[in-house]
């Protein structure tokens, strides 16, 4: 059974129509109780407010980013990422959260997340793998060391609380935590939330369930809502390959990953779609699989270069390219400015 738990992941890509509402909302929430102003924020980054008001409008995961850094900067709150993920409710994901609540035990509701969370605004991959013979679930965020990234990190993790409700003996189910930061201010609550060890400056973000409450029968088991909301969840992977926003969706599978980019075969298996009508289809739209790839490319090497963490060396290897001198050009062409310019404009005071 945990074998078929961590043959399941995220790797899909995000849903164009509806990208991470949930997270946004839950944010934009603390925002309205902090007294800010978001309608200038708004304008500021460029994006349309009603988008998260209108069914079936679209706001990708570039504009999630783009107002998720504009309020994180405008809030300046140390423990934004708990206060958002504990606010959390596993309902709040809609069908996907009531497949989740109806499923026969932990280990399958972890099964239908992987399955079906990129068609209801996923923002980075998640997997399950096996830690010291225990399911553990892992998230990773193509982002340089930021707030942002560390929000994204902190309110996944506490999202996963609401899993408790599901269980019979709630302040059971997690074995161990390890955030890929250093311990914060707030760390007392995190141990309230979680009630389990946790471990700090690990390289890694972490979660380890406990192996006997997995297996467990959940409060809310249900096989035939199950099964229906299953099938309504499926209905909604589907339209991720929708001739009209494919591109949208293939650029998403490309940034989620960050390095060892998949291949037209690879995306068109996780479409189910053939690789020739990927092809076409991506033609019909203007782009091409080349193009959607170096607009990947650039737009992670952007974040990378902002940051100043990292050496261009490292980065154009990371991004798959053999020499820093292709990298560079490929660079100066798609944004105007080289490497060590666009980093130098970033991160001077």
């Not at 998640?126 to 930021?146: C, F, K, M, N, Y």
């Not at 609550?189 to 700090?200: D, I, K, N």
Request: glycine share 4%; net charge neutral; hydrophobic share 40%.
């Amino acid at each position: 059974m945990l074998a078929q738990a961590t043959n399941q992941d995220s790797k899909a890509p995000a849903n164009p129509e509806g990208m991470a509402r949930t997270p946004l909302n839950r944010l934009l929430a603390i925002a309205a109780t902090e007294g800010l102003d978001t309608g200038e924020l708004f304008d500021r980054v460029g994006v349309d407010p009603r988008l998260l008001l209108i069914k079936g409008r679209p706001i990708d995961r570039s504009q999630y980013l783009s107002v998720a850094n504009a309020l994180l900067e405008a809030l300046d709150i140390p423990d934004i990422g708990f206060r958002s993920g504990t606010s959390f409710r596993v309902n709040d994901l809609g069908v996907l959260g009531h497949a989740m609540l109806s499923s026969e035990n932990i280990v399958q509701a972890i099964q239908t997340y992987l399955r079906y969370r990129s068609a209801f605004g996923s923002t980075f991959p998640v997997r399950a793998l096996i830690h010291e013979g225990q399911l553990a679930l892992t998230a990773e965020i193509a982002l340089p060391d930021s707030p942002l990234k560390r929000y994204q990190l902190e309110n996944w993790l506490l999202t996963l609380t609401a899993l408790r409700e599901l269980v019979s003996e709630p302040d059971a189910l997690f074995r161990s935590i390890s955030f890929a930061y250093s311990e914060p201010a707030h760390s007392d609550r995190l141990v309230e939330q979680f009630r389990c060890r946790l471990l700090f400056d690990q390289p890694a973000s972490l979660v380890v369930f406990n192996p006997e409450l997995t297996r467990a029968r959940l409060k809310f088991a249900c096989e035939s809502v199950h099964r229906l909301c299953a099938q309504e969840c499926t209905r909604a992977l589907r339209n991720l390959s929708r001739p009209d926003t494919l591109d949208v969706a293939v650029k998403s599978m490309l940034v989620d990953v960050s390095t060892d980019f998949p291949s037209p075969a690879d995306l068109s298996a996780r479409l189910n779609i053939s690789e020739r009508t990927l092809r076409r289809r991506l033609a019909d739209l203007g782009t091409s699989y080349n193009k959607l790839l170096l607009e990947a490319r650039m737009e992670l090497a952007a974040a990378f270069q902002a940051s100043g963490a990292r050496s261009i060396k490292d980065i154009a290897l990371s991004l798959g390219y053999s020499e820093v001198e292709s990298y560079h050009r490929a660079f100066k062409s798609f944004h105007g400015v080289t490497p060590g310019q666009f980093e130098a404009r970033h991160t001077d005071p």
